[in-house]
């Protein structure tokens, strides 16, 4: 699977007090490339005060996952979580 995006578009999380999200979530698959895009997070939305796991790109359980030229920003946890 191929995730192509262009330089303009914008993945952006949804404001929330919730402890966890991921903007992009990948759990056991294999041969998935991920390019271009923006990819935000509401780390200046957040109603929350709690919590650590608002990733940009969460990876759990997966192999030959590749990320390529995505920019990655305010997240409320890890730009690129590897799990």
Request: glycine share 16%; charged share 15%; hydrophobic share 35%.
């Amino acid at each position: 699977m191929k995730l192509i995006m262009s330089s303009q578009a914008v993945l952006q999380a949804a404001d929330t007090s919730g402890k966890y999200y991921n903007v992009i979530y990948a759990n056991h698959i294999s041969n998935v490339t991920i390019s271009g895009g923006q990819v935000k997070g509401e780390r200046y939305g957040h109603s929350g005060t709690s919590g650590e796991w608002g990733m940009g790109i969460g990876i759990y359980d997966s192999t030959d996952i590749c990320i390529d030229g995505v920019s990655i920003s305010d997240c409320w946890g890890d730009g690129i979580y590897l799990g």
